[in-house]
């Protein structure tokens, strides 16, 4: 079993940063993926950015150049910078490994004002 535990979301105005943070423990398997999807009320879940183990990433290009992840392979943790941040960017981020399967974090919620 695998076990995610969040960090850093919070209210925020719009043009702030915040750093989320994911750590994962229990049973890992050494390759696997980490990553960051958000669900704003309303909307259905969506990727925001992922990263595997070699430190390939991916972003929803929306995003791409505003957020920034990066992991922590010995602490297996991954972490998302978010800068720029604007009111749409609200919402509950959830922090994702896959590896033989998918395991989710319970959720930190996010929120910019304007």
């Known amino acids: 079993q695998v076990q995610l535990v969040e960090s850093g979301g919070g209210l925020v105005q719009a043009g702030g940063s915040l750093r989320l943070s994911c750590a994962a423990s229990?049973?890992?398997?050494?390759?696997?993926?980490m990553g960051w999807f958000r669900q704003a009320p309303g909307n259905q879940r969506e990727l925001v950015a992922a990263?595997?183990?070699?430190?390939?990433?991916n972003y929803a290009e929306s995003l791409r150049g505003r957020f920034t992840i990066s992991r922590d392979n010995a602490r297996n943790t991954v972490y998302l910078q978010m800068n720029s941040l604007k009111p749409e960017d609200t919402g509950v981020y959830y922090c994702?490994?896959?590896?033989?399967?998918?395991?989710w974090g319970q959720g930190t919620q996010v929120t910019v004002s304007s």
């Open positions: 990263i595997t183990s070699a430190g390939m990433t």
């Open positions: 229990g049973n890992i398997f050494r390759i696997n993926r």
């Open positions: 994702n490994l896959r590896s033989i399967t998918d395991y």
